[in-house]
C-alpha cells in the first residue's frame, strides 16, 4: 500500500508525478482505510499523509505558507469556517467540475474551494454504568448532581471543538455564561475528542461533550456508554476536502476529492459510523431516526472572527496552552 505517514518519514523535495501529499484532521486508523480504497481506484498515485487535530494542522500549514513553502497538495480538517478562511486568504483554488450533483449545496463551497464529506456533530456522550440520569439537556450538565464529572475537548486541539465552542456561545440561551457555569460545576477540558471518549469508556467521568461517531463506534466496541441529541440542538462539522492554491500535483488532487465525493467513499463514511452527507446512502442504524435532529446556527464569519478570542476564554476557565 502506498502510504507514507510524514510523521515519521520526510516529505521528499521533488514531487513526483502520480503522488499527493495530504493534511488532514481525520484519524490515522480510518485515514489508512480511506487511502486503500482510494488507490484501489487509483492504484498508481502514491498518498503521503500527515496527521493530526485541526488546530495543529492549521498551524503547521500557516508556517509552512510563511516560509513559502507549503506542502500539501490536498486539505482535509474539521470545519468549513476554517476552509472558508483559507478561502479568503487566497490558500486554496477551486474545482468547478467537482462531482457534486448529488450534494445539498449547502454542503459545499457556492464557489467550488472546498466540499463537506460527511456531518459530524457533537452532543453527549455518558456512562451507561455510572448509575447516572440519561442526559437529555444541554443543561443537565451544570447540575449539582454531577458536579465534577464533565469532561469536554479544548478548542486549543480539536477544531470540532472551536465550532461546537464557537457556536454554542453565539446561542442566545447559552453564551459565555454556560461556559462559565460549566466551570463553576466542575467541568474539566481534555485535548481532543479521543481523550473525552476515554474517559467516560473507563467511568473516570460520568458525561462527557464529544462528536457523535467517537461516541457511537465506542459503544458498537463494547464500551459502556451511549450517546445523546441535546433537545436543544446539536453544533456540527462536516470535514470538508480541498485543493490547495499552491498544489504540485493538481490533476491527482481532483481525482482525490472526486473520491471522497464518490458513493464509495460515502458508503465507507457509514462503515466508519459517520452520518453521509450523499443524499442517497443511508444513515448508520445506529443514529435512529434523525428527521427531528435539531443542528444550531451561528455566523461562520463571526465565529472565524471570534477564534483567537473565544480560545482564551476557554482557557481562562479550564486552562490549556
Not at 439537556?137 to 465550532?163: E, R
Not at 463553576?184 to 464529544?210: D, E, H
Not at 466508519?272 to 434523525?290: D, F, H, R, T, W
Amino acid at each position: 500500500m502506498l502510504v507514507t505517514l510524514l510523521g515519521t518519514l520526510a516529505i521528499t523535495s521533488a514531487i513526483q508525478a502520480g503522488e499527493i501529499t495530504l493534511y488532514t484532521s481525520q484519524p490515522q486508523k480510518q485515514m489508512v482505510k480511506v487511502v486503500e480504497l482510494f488507490q484501489q481506484k487509483y492504484p498508481n498515485i502514491k498518498v503521503n499523509v500527515y496527521r493530526d487535530g485541526t488546530t495543529k494542522v492549521l498551524s503547521k500549514l500557516q508556517a509552512e505558507i510563511v516560509a513559502d513553502s507549503p506542502k500539501p497538495d490536498v486539505l482535509m480538517i474539521a470545519d468549513s469556517v476554517a476552509m472558508d478562511a483559507l478561502k479568503r486568504q487566497g490558500v486554496l483554488q477551486p474545482y468547478k467540475d467537482a462531482p457534486v450533483k448529488d450534494f445539498d449545496p449547502s454542503q459545499y463551497d457556492k464557489d467550488k474551494y472546498y466540499f463537506g464529506t460527511k456531518l459530524i456533530t457533537t452532543g453527549i456522550i455518558y456512562n451507561t454504568k455510572a448509575g447516572v440520569p440519561v442526559p437529555e439537556s444541554w443543561n443537565d450538565l451544570l447540575s449539582m448532581a454531577v458536579k465534577n464529572q464533565v469532561i469536554m475537548p479544548s478548542p486549543l486541539y480539536s477544531g470540532a471543538a472551536v465550532i461546537h465552542v464557537g457556536t454554542l456561545t453565539e446561542q442566545p440561551d447559552f453564551g459565555w455564561a454556560y461556559y462559565e457555569k460549566l466551570a463553576k460545576n466542575g467541568a474539566v477540558a481534555g485535548k481532543g475528542n479521543g481523550s473525552v471518549r476515554n474517559a467516560v469508556a473507563r467511568g473516570q467521568k460520568a458525561y462527557g461533550i464529544i462528536i457523535d461517531y467517537m461516541a457511537i463506534e465506542a459503544k458498537k466496541k463494547g464500551s459502556p456508554v451511549d450517546f445523546v441529541f441535546p433537545k436543544e440542538g446539536v453544533t456540527s462539522i462536516n470535514q470538508p476536502v480541498a485543493i490547495l492554491k499552491s498544489a504540485k500535483n493538481v490533476e491527482d488532487a481532483r481525482k482525490f476529492i472526486d473520491f471522497q465525493l464518490s458513493k464509495d467513499a460515502q458508503l465507507q463514511s457509514v462503515s466508519q459510523n459517520y452520518i453521509p452527507l450523499m443524499k442517497s446512502i443511508k444513515v448508520p442504524e445506529a443514529y435512529g431516526n434523525l428527521s427531528k435532529l435539531k443542528v444550531m446556527k451561528a455566523d461562520p464569519k463571526v465565529i472565524q472572527e471570534k477564534i483567537e478570542e473565544n480560545k482564551k476564554k476557554f482557557a481562562n476557565l479550564f486552562g490549556g496552552a
